[in-house]
Each structure stands twice: as C-alpha cells, then as structure tokens.
C-alpha cells in the first residue's frame, strides 16, 4: 500500500462513483503531478465528486470521472479537507489530453479565481504532495495549464508555491495567468466539445459555437490530432429572434408531446421525432416507429451535446424544447 493511502483524511472512492466502463492501463510511468482546480465555485450546490463524476460520464462520455485524487475543502476531518481517491493511478484517466499516460490528475475543488485556499486545503494539499513524493510517484509538480497544449486552459491560478512552502523552494509558477485561446485547436485524447467549450470563461466560446463554426465535424467522434477552429469559433452561433410559435402541425418536422422511451407504442410520435432527429444529424436509421436502441442512442448523443445535465435517452418536454430550438436554427 502506498503512503498517500494511508493518510487519515483520505476517502477511497474507487469504484463507488457512476462510471460506464473503465480506463485503460498506463503504459509509461508517472512522470508529473498535474495540479487543477474544479472552476465550481465553492458555494455551488454541484462542487461535490458525485456531480464531477456524472458529468465526465453521462456528458463527456469518459468511462469514469477524470481525476485520480480530489481535495475537498467542504468536508474537513480533524483539522484537514478530505482527499477522495477515484481512480486507480495505474489508470490512463482523462484530464490532461495527449499526457494522460505520464500525469496524475489532482484536483481542488473550488474556483480559486474567487474562492479563497483555505488552511484545512492547504494542509492537505501538503500532506498529499509529501506522500506522494515519498512514494516516488511523479518527479514533477505542474499547473494544468502548464501542460503540452493547455497553456490557454483558466486553471491552477491560485499560488501552489505557497501551499507548498513549508516543503519546496521552487515549486509552480503561482498565479501566471491563461495564454490567449489559440484560434485552431488539436484534439487530444479525451477531448470533447463540451470538455474544451469556455462557456464560463471571458471568451464566452460555447458548444454551439464549436458545432456552428466546425460544420463538417461529428461532436460525438472527434479524433486525437483533429484540427476545429476554436477561438475563432466564438459567436458563430446566433439564435435566431424569437417569433410567435407555430402550431406543431405547421412545422417541417412537427415534434410529439408527452414522454417517448424504450417500450412507447405511439408510433406516429416516434416516427415524428426519428424524422427530427435524422434532419438534425442525430441519425437513427429508418423512421420506422419503434423506438429501440438506435432511437434511444440518437436522443441520448443529442442530450449529450444540448442537454448535458439531463442525459437519459428518454424524450420529454425538455429534449423536445431543444430539438425544436436545433430545428429552427437549421431552418426548419
């Protein structure tokens, strides 16, 4: 058993979290801590592991969450935030791109643009940091933007330096700040529209942005290498003015009310939403009225890419709120 198992404020949680499979094994050794922040503001209700858990999952579709360790400022034992250990670091997880093979994804909840590190954090960000030293995992210490390609990314922009005093002389940079988002973008390994979107950063780049700027590119197989414009994807997509609703029957593709899953027998509705979601790129193969696994995956890969917190593969009023959004901006 390594050291950092041992320390009394860590919380084994491999296993327990939502995942849908497994990551693959490292094929090379752990050369570098990577340091992050959660960019969730303390105070918000989903700041826990269990909401990182389910959107790395069900929204970025990764097999479990991204982070091998997280510290918790919000549960303290003893004087120390707690330390949830997710994944195995015998696992490749997503959290750095092309380096998962050699990092160890640590994360602090918290949006430390805002928030402030508090002491409990601090010592357990040291006592971590000095277990695993001791344990010879990792030679180097780096902020997530410091990583091949991330030098754009709004994270690790409170002072590690610091956390680490009583330990290190020289350590990360502290509060270096963000490099400009580059206007192309080279898709690494784990990235999806919604992992690079900047939705909450200054540049206020979205996932529609991504699709409307990047028409001949399928959010849902992306490929490590692939070139997407990205900074200069910002404000490509434009809702269109609002305009007094239609009666359903009026629309190209009239959308069902009601709920539709695995085991519906309104066919009429779900040969309407088939139609829909075929127009739209969702493809599902033939409108036949059946609403089997094809159906189910096609609402469940839109759900992904517009309704990220709310992935089930059943339509319902929401789902039928932003299919009949995506329909009219495509000018249907």
Not at 71 to 79: A, L, S
Not at 84 to 111: E, F, R, T
Not at 192 to 201: E, N, V
């Amino acid at each position: 058993m390594y050291k950092f198992e041992k320390l009394p404020q860590l919380v084994d949680k491999r296993g327990k979290l939502v995942h849908k499979g497994s990551y693959s094994k490292r094929t090379k050794t752990i050369t570098t801590r990577v340091w992050h922040h959660s960019l969730t503001k303390l105070s918000a209700g989903g700041s826990k592991i269990e909401s990182f858990a389910d959107f790395h999952v069900r929204t970025n579709g990764w097999p479990e969450i991204a982070y091998h360790l997280i510290i918790d400022p919000k549960h303290v034992v003893n004087g120390k935030a707690t330390i949830y250990y997710c994944v195995d670091i015998s696992k490749k997880s997503y959290h750095v791109g092309n380096s998962n093979n050699i990092g160890l994804g640590i994360c602090v909840i918290g949006d430390y643009r805002t928030d402030k590190l508090t002491d409990p954090t601090i010592h357990s960000i040291v006592d971590l940091h000095k277990a695993l030293v001791a344990d010879g995992i990792g030679k180097y210490d780096k902020a997530h933007n410091e990583m091949p390609g991330y030098s754009w990314k709004a994270c690790c922009v409170f002072d590690y330096n610091k956390a680490f005093k009583d330990v290190l002389d020289d350590m990360l940079p502290g509060s270096k700040q963000p490099d400009p988002v580059p206007g192309l973008y080279t898709i690494q390994e784990g990235d999806t529209f919604w992992s690079i979107a900047l939705k909450d950063g200054k540049e206020g780049i979205t996932v529609e942005d991504l699709i409307a700027a990047n028409p001949g590119v399928d959010p849902s197989k992306l490929k490590v290498g692939q070139t997407i414009k990205f900074g200069s994807a910002q404000n490509s997509y434009t809702p269109k003015p609002e305009t007094p609703k239609k009666d359903q029957s009026e629309y190209k593709y009239p959308l069902p009310s009601g709920i539709l899953k695995t085991g519906s027998t309104d066919k009429t509705g779900i040969k309407q939403l088939q139609n829909a979601l075929n127009a739209v790129y969702f493809k599902c193969g033939t409108a036949d009225g059946i609403y089997g696994a094809k159906t189910k995956d096609a609402v469940t890969r839109f759900q992904k890419v517009y309704l990220p917190y709310a992935v089930d593969g059943i339509y319902g009023p929401n789902t039928k709120s932003k299919l009949q959004a995506v329909l009219k901006s495509k000018g249907f």
